[in-house]
């Protein structure tokens, strides 16, 4: 007679029990039940890092070792951890033995009121393993304002970027940035530096029912589809940066909630002659990392695309299957011509993105399917462009998103262009009157002027708190002219 298997997750390196946690049950909820309380609640919706986490994840370079990966734990499901293993603040150092981010933000004056400081502390570590992080050569980490390093980066090769979704209301960025800009290389004896060379945790399957509730980790693709058949309601699950903010703020609840995150068939990424497969439950930071800038549009949108936490967790298969008017990624794979495979016990079907979204968060995807995975096709067009009008620089949600696909002629005459648009309709949509006038004719300001006023009666604008609808139609009047500024200048084409 076997075993049954124990129901847990390592928690700073000791086993912690997952047994009678509910589906709904955040990480963050979790955890501090465990006395964890460094890991906090700010926003309960991911945008302000004070819940952020450190877990061991499958390296993006497909060579099975372990990459560190920050998160936000308010969204995930607790039962999402169970096998894996998680670092919070209070496991990468003690008040004897400081971590080396520890050590810097004190010794810069990185905290003050202390709230948001071990969010902090954990997005810096998790940076701070990065494997290629490296000094700029000839720079000196010590300098606060390094220059021959690219923006955003320090001197010792730390990404800004990984902080963009961590909020401090009271000490002020400078002395953080300095603490992330002071950090050396791990220590040869660094036992979490030394967990990268080892494999990752395996994703092994689970289900828990607790108070009329399941969560459910399916082996497979095949598993997984027979599921939704026998489950059309059931809620699918990945970086749950969607579902985690229902969950938390609206009070949602699923009585069947199915982890689809490390599903091997929903993480491949493949090219061949016609297109890039890109596997729909890949996070945002695995594609941006994979694709190594192969798709220069997606490269835009990634990083103007909420936060390094969230994208650590987001998957294009979440920000489609929602079919949201306002995803960032959409208008991009629009103009990338982008398709989705559709995949349910019965089969596999291709939908053009385009023909996809019926109406507010409505898609042409059955209760009983998923996405399996979105095709862009080969070659993609050389002059592109993502426009995110928002009111933060990062970590925001767009009031107009616009995304451009152009190819052009040796006579700098328009062959073909594609047009995405976010925030100003029901749903995604492309500018076929802008493109109809743009295509076959000369790329010169006045053919941008015309065009410009077709885009500006693109969609169904609307007022909200993000934008007024009179503001929406002249984003959308000056993105255009804005694009033929950038192609102006400097670009090249094909």
């Not at 909820?29 to 609640?41: I, N, V």
């Not at 401090?168 to 040869?188: S, V, W």
């Not at 589809?225 to 990945?238: F, I």
């Not at 996405?371 to 933060?392: D, E, G």
């Given at each position: 007679?076997?075993?049954?298997?124990?129901?847990?997750?390592?928690?700073?390196?000791?086993?912690?029990?997952?047994?009678?946690?509910?589906?709904?049950?955040?990480?963050?909820?979790?955890?501090?039940?465990?006395?964890?309380?460094?890991?906090?609640?700010?926003?309960?919706?991911?945008?302000?890092?004070?819940?952020?986490?450190?877990?061991?994840?499958?390296?993006?370079?497909?060579?099975?070792?372990?990459?560190?990966?920050?998160?936000?734990?308010?969204?995930?499901?607790?039962?999402?951890?169970?096998?894996?293993?998680?670092?919070?603040?209070?496991?990468?150092?003690?008040?004897?033995?400081?971590?080396?981010?520890?050590?810097?933000?004190?010794?810069?004056?990185?905290?003050?009121?202390?709230?948001?400081?071990?969010?902090?502390?954990?997005?810096?570590?998790?940076?701070?393993?990065?494997?290629?992080?490296?000094?700029?050569?000839?720079?000196?980490?010590?300098?606060?304002?390094?220059?021959?390093?690219?923006?955003?980066?320090?001197?010792?090769?730390?990404?800004?970027?990984?902080?963009?979704?961590?909020?401090?209301?009271?000490?002020?960025?400078?002395?953080?940035?300095?603490?992330?800009?002071?950090?050396?290389?791990?220590?040869?004896?660094?036992?979490?530096?030394?967990?990268?060379?080892?494999?990752?945790?395996?994703?092994?399957?689970?289900?828990?029912?607790?108070?009329?509730?399941?969560?459910?980790?399916?082996?497979?693709?095949?598993?997984?589809?027979?599921?939704?058949?026998?489950?059309?309601?059931?809620?699918?699950?990945?970086?749950?940066?969607?579902?985690?903010?229902?969950?938390?703020?609206?009070?949602?609840?699923?009585?069947?909630?199915?982890?689809?995150?490390?599903?091997?068939?929903?993480?491949?990424?493949?090219?061949?002659?016609?297109?890039?497969?890109?596997?729909?439950?890949?996070?945002?930071?695995?594609?941006?990392?994979?694709?190594?800038?192969?798709?220069?549009?997606?490269?835009?949108?990634?990083?103007?695309?909420?936060?390094?936490?969230?994208?650590?967790?987001?998957?294009?298969?979440?920000?489609?299957?929602?079919?949201?008017?306002?995803?960032?990624?959409?208008?991009?794979?629009?103009?990338?011509?982008?398709?989705?495979?559709?995949?349910?016990?019965?089969?596999?079907?291709?939908?053009?993105?385009?023909?996809?979204?019926?109406?507010?968060?409505?898609?042409?995807?059955?209760?009983?399917?998923?996405?399996?995975?979105?095709?862009?096709?080969?070659?993609?067009?050389?002059?592109?462009?993502?426009?995110?009008?928002?009111?933060?620089?990062?970590?925001?949600?767009?009031?107009?998103?616009?995304?451009?696909?152009?190819?052009?002629?040796?006579?700098?005459?328009?062959?073909?262009?594609?047009?995405?648009?976010g925030g100003v309709a029901a749903?995604?949509?492309?500018?076929?009157?802008?493109?109809?006038?743009?295509?076959?004719?000369?790329?010169?300001?006045?053919?941008?002027?015309?065009?410009?006023?077709?885009?500006?009666?693109?969609?169904?604008?609307?007022?909200?708190?993000?934008?007024?609808?009179?503001?929406?139609i002249a984003m959308l009047r000056?993105?255009?002219?804005?694009?033929?500024?950038?192609?102006?200048?400097?670009?090249?084409?094909?």
């Amino acid at each position: 007679m076997s075993t049954p298997r124990t129901t847990e997750a390592s928690v700073n390196g000791r086993p912690r029990s997952l047994a009678g946690v509910p589906a709904h049950t955040t990480a963050l909820d979790w955890l501090r039940d465990l006395g964890l309380t460094g890991c906090k609640e700010g926003c309960a919706e991911g945008e302000c890092g004070a819940c952020a986490v450190v877990v061991a994840r499958p390296a993006t370079t497909g060579d099975d070792t372990t990459e560190w990966v920050s998160i936000n734990a308010c969204l995930i499901p607790a039962l999402s951890l169970d096998g894996q293993e998680v670092l919070t603040a209070e496991g990468l150092g003690t008040p004897e033995h400081l971590h080396p981010v520890q050590r810097e933000m004190a010794l810069r004056g990185g905290s003050q009121c202390g709230y948001c400081t071990p969010g902090f502390v954990c997005a810096m570590a998790a940076e701070f393993y990065r494997a290629g992080r490296a000094p700029a050569p000839g720079a000196d980490r010590h300098d606060a304002e390094p220059e021959h390093v690219p923006a955003m980066h320090g001197p010792n090769g730390f990404d800004l970027h990984a902080l963009s979704g961590n909020l401090c209301r009271c000490t002020g960025y400078r002395p953080i940035r300095d603490a992330a800009y002071a950090l050396g290389e791990p220590d040869a004896d660094d036992p979490i530096a030394a967990r990268r060379t080892a494999a990752p945790p395996a994703a092994r399957p689970a289900e828990h029912t607790v108070d009329g509730a399941t969560y459910v980790r399916p082996a497979d693709l095949a598993g997984t589809l027979r599921l939704l058949h026998d489950h059309p309601d059931a809620r699918l699950v990945a970086g749950s940066t969607d579902w985690g903010v229902e969950v938390n703020l609206r009070g949602a609840r699923a009585t069947y909630v199915v982890g689809i995150e490390r599903i091997p068939e929903l993480r491949e990424l493949t090219v061949d002659d016609d297109a890039y497969t890109l596997g729909a439950a890949l996070t945002l930071t695995e594609l941006e990392r994979r694709l190594g800038g192969a798709i220069p549009l997606l490269d835009e949108v990634f990083e103007q695309f909420a936060s390094r936490l969230i994208r650590n967790g987001a998957t294009l298969g979440g920000n489609l299957g929602t079919a949201s008017p306002i995803g960032d990624t959409p208008p991009a794979l629009l103009a990338l011509d982008a398709a989705l495979v559709l995949a349910s016990s019965g089969g596999e079907r291709e939908v053009r993105l385009a023909d996809y979204f019926t109406g507010y968060r409505q898609s042409v995807k059955r209760p009983d399917e998923l996405i399996k995975t979105i095709r862009i096709p080969l070659p993609v067009a050389p002059v592109t462009a993502f426009h995110k009008i928002a009111k933060r620089r990062f970590d925001d949600i767009s009031g107009v998103a616009v995304a451009y696909a152009m190819r052009m002629g040796p006579d700098r005459s328009v062959e073909s262009i594609f047009i995405g648009l976010g925030g100003v309709a029901a749903t995604p949509i492309r500018a076929l009157a802008a493109e109809r006038a743009l295509a076959g004719r000369p790329w010169t300001r006045e053919v941008v002027a015309a065009a410009a006023e077709e885009m500006a009666g693109a969609g169904t604008p609307m007022s909200d708190h993000r934008a007024s609808e009179a503001y929406r139609i002249a984003m959308l009047r000056n993105s255009l002219p804005k694009f033929f500024a950038e192609t102006t200048e400097g670009a090249s084409h094909e």
